[in-house]
């Protein structure tokens, strides 16, 4: 089984090195890190006394595990949930915040469990997700894979700058979907033709 170490290690080197793109919200980002997240933090990284895109290229690959460590994974308390379900839900916290939460509270809704969708990992959460692991052991991170997927292809959807993030320019899957796909069991990827009849309509 993974160390939650390695599991960052694994984040940092999927989120790559530092990019500025207008169209993500997140702004600056190195490593995974936003600017937003090292003001949130006030973690000023070239000691100038500001927080700007300087202490974003200046993040290095072992102050970003840490900070997901620390702010990703133990903080929401991701611990607490199964061990099957951590690596995927810690990997889509960096990526989505709360969010990565509430996909998991709407699937627990949909097997049947009662839970309230507010991206809090709290006793309710935890013990819907222990019932859910235990009925579904062999299913239930394929199936908060398969959400994370639809949840990137719904946001691209309503969002035509987003689409670059989920669909390559040669019409193949983005890194959104691939990064969901790594936590899917390879019988539940899309095909090539499946995604492309997926994303027909975004012209």
Do not use: C
């Amino acid at each position: 089984m993974q160390s939650v170490s390695q599991i960052a290690k694994e984040i940092v080197a999927r989120e790559g090195g530092f990019v500025n793109d207008p169209d993500d919200p997140g702004g600056a980002t190195n490593h995974g890190v936003t600017i937003h997240t090292l003001r949130r933090l006030g973690l000023d990284v070239t000691g100038d006394g500001v927080v700007d895109v300087a202490d974003v290229r200046g993040l290095s690959r072992a102050q970003a595990e840490r900070i997901f460590i620390e702010h990703y994974f133990e903080r929401p308390g991701i611990a607490r949930l199964p061990q099957v379900l951590q690596a995927s839900v810690f990997d889509m916290y960096v990526n989505a915040g709360a969010n990565a939460v509430k996909i998991l509270q709407r699937l627990l809704r949909q097997m049947g469990q009662a839970v309230s969708v507010d991206g809090v990992i709290g006793p309710q959460t935890v013990a819907a997700a222990r019932a859910a692991a235990k009925a579904a052991p062999g299913h239930i991170a394929d199936a908060y894979g398969i959400a994370r997927r639809n949840y990137y292809l719904r946001l691209a959807d309503r969002r035509p700058a987003s689409r670059k993030f989920a669909r390559r320019r040669d019409g193949g899957k983005g890194g959104w979907i691939r990064r969901a796909e790594d936590f899917i069991a390879p019988r539940y990827h899309l095909s090539e033709v499946e995604f492309s009849e997926r994303v027909a309509s975004w012209g």
